[in-house]
């Protein structure tokens, strides 16, 4: 608890899990990510704006290769269709391409009795986090296309570094209190030209409703742009 503290996410809620600790309700940090210490120079603890990790994909530009286990129904490789082209349509220094194999980046299903929609962790070593863990049990296919893929996009967003929006406040996403969990050494790291003030649509907001549709807004292409 105390390392997770130390990295700069609360410890509420934290769940010992398969692979690791899980965090802000999606987020995964292994053994290594709480034993890693993040350079943090440059850091600016953030209030309520874009923010990323102090670790990201590098080796840019460059192609993320993403698959999707047949543990998950197929109705989840159209909504990961539709995660990459959200992201592809932005133009950036990462393309991400959907594979069967050689994937930097596999989407499977969660292990039963999961208490998340899916979950996901930062990058390393300049790679993206390699695994995205999807309840499908939970979320099931019944949601549009449009929401499975906020939800998708959104672990992807993980996976290259940022952190939730709202991660000084679960009271805008997540009904919760207005405790700032701090940035400490994985970064909170305040993304240049985003808002300074509350952004209630971001795709990076740590909770999303029922049916939502969340694509990325105007501060999130400015974020995405900015780092990518």
Not at 125 to 140: A, D, E
């Amino acid at each position: 608890m105390s390392k997770i503290q130390q990295l700069g996410f609360t410890t509420k809620d934290a769940q010992k899990v398969e692979g690791g600790y899980l965090v802000e309700g999606d987020i995964m940090l292994t053994d290594d990510a709480l034993n890693s210490k993040p350079d943090y120079k440059m850091m600016r603890v953030g209030e309520e704006e874009q923010y990323r990790t102090n670790n990201l994909v590098t080796g840019l530009p460059r192609t993320i290769n993403i698959a999707v286990s047949s543990t998950l129904p197929s109705a989840y490789v159209t909504a990961t269709d539709e995660a990459i082209r959200r992201y592809n349509a932005l133009g950036l220094r990462i393309t991400m391409r959907r594979v069967t194999s050689g994937a930097n980046i596999t989407l499977t299903k969660a292990p039963s009795g999961a208490g998340y929609l899916a979950s996901a962790g930062f990058p390393s070593g300049g790679n993206p986090y390699s695994q995205v863990l999807v309840n499908s049990t939970s979320l099931g296919t019944s949601y549009a296309t449009t929401t499975i893929a906020s939800v998708l996009a959104h672990e992807i967003g993980h996976c290259i570094g940022f952190r939730h929006t709202d991660y000084m406040s679960r009271q805008y996403s997540c009904g919760g209190s207005a405790v700032n969990e701090g940035a400490s050494t994985v970064g909170a790291v305040l993304i240049p030209g985003t808002p300074s003030g509350p952004d209630p649509n971001s795709w990076m907001l740590a909770c999303i409703g029922s049916g939502q549709n969340r694509p990325f807004n105007a501060n999130d292409v400015t974020a995405l742009n900015y780092l990518y």
